[in-house]
């Protein structure tokens, strides 16, 4: 049940860009997008509803699809900020409890 | 703003004592409530769902008799770890469940670390 995601770390200089994966083995109602610093508590990034729609939030945006169950994450010229772990979460049901995925490391240095 | 907030931020015990975590909705009301652990390096684990005047649902594997959850108002969830024990050292989150009406965004609390001695 336990999405999964990849790659498991990725490594950027300033202003590269990345995409995170995450697959499921189930329909997927929904997916979510966070993003944990080191020592905090996950901070939402968005969410992705079945449809296969697109969101973006300034130079993050992600997809959906639905029918493949997939999402993936992109991040575009990327930020000192941006470092830390990201999850992806998925709900087969509304309602229900995010199930998370294992999570994808990203590092970015100047 | 936070919507949901949680108590202690972080606690130290010894071990085979017991220690509770507060979890609170400030903005509407939750019938429903998540509680995750998360360990080092891991991912967040959902422990139970906390369903508002009934008894909690536990995923398979977590000891309901050790971690008791008591949701008594529409407001406040708490998680009580029993007899706490070295391996039970833990990052705690809670989350709330959205509301009727409102998209399906799950938001969390800052989290507790319980560090047991």
């Known amino acids: 049940q336990q999405p999964v995601q990849s790659p498991q770390a990725v490594i950027l200089r300033e202003g590269e860009d990345a995409v995170i994966n995450c697959s499921s083995s189930?329909?997927?109602?929904?997916v979510h997008w966070y993003r944990q610093k080191h020592g905090e508590a996950p901070v939402f990034l968005m969410i992705?509803?079945?449809?296969?729609e697109q969101k973006g939030h300034e130079k993050i945006s992600a997809s959906f699809n639905e029918k493949k169950q997939q999402s993936s994450l992109y991040l575009t010229a990327s930020q000192l900020s941006y470092s830390g772990t990201y999850f992806c979460?998925?709900?087969?049901?509304?309602?229900?409890?995010?199930?998370f995925g294992k999570g994808t490391t990203l590092s970015v240095s100047s | 703003g936070a919507v949901v907030s949680q108590h202690p931020s972080r606690v130290i015990c010894k071990s085979g004592t017991s220690v509770k975590i507060e979890c609170r909705s400030l903005?509407?009301?939750?019938?429903?409530m998540f509680w995750y652990r998360q360990f080092p390096k891991q991912s967040l684990m959902l422990m139970a769902t906390?369903?508002?005047?009934?008894?909690?649902?536990?995923e398979q594997g977590v000891e309901k008799d050790k971690f008791l959850i008591n949701h008594a108002s529409l407001t406040l969830s708490t998680l009580t770890v029993t007899s706490a024990h070295p391996e039970d050292s833990s990052f705690y989150i809670c989350?709330?469940?959205?509301?009727?009406?409102?998209?399906?965004?799950?938001?969390f609390g800052p989290g507790t670390r319980l560090t047991v001695l």
């Open positions: 979460g998925t709900k087969s049901q509304a309602g229900t409890a995010l199930i």
């Open positions: 992705l509803l079945k449809g296969g």
């Open positions: 189930k329909a997927l109602y929904s």
């Open positions: 903005d509407f009301q939750a019938t429903t």
């Open positions: 906390s369903n508002e005047g009934s008894k909690a649902t536990y």
């Open positions: 989350s709330k469940a959205p509301g009727q009406g409102r998209t399906d965004t799950q938001y």
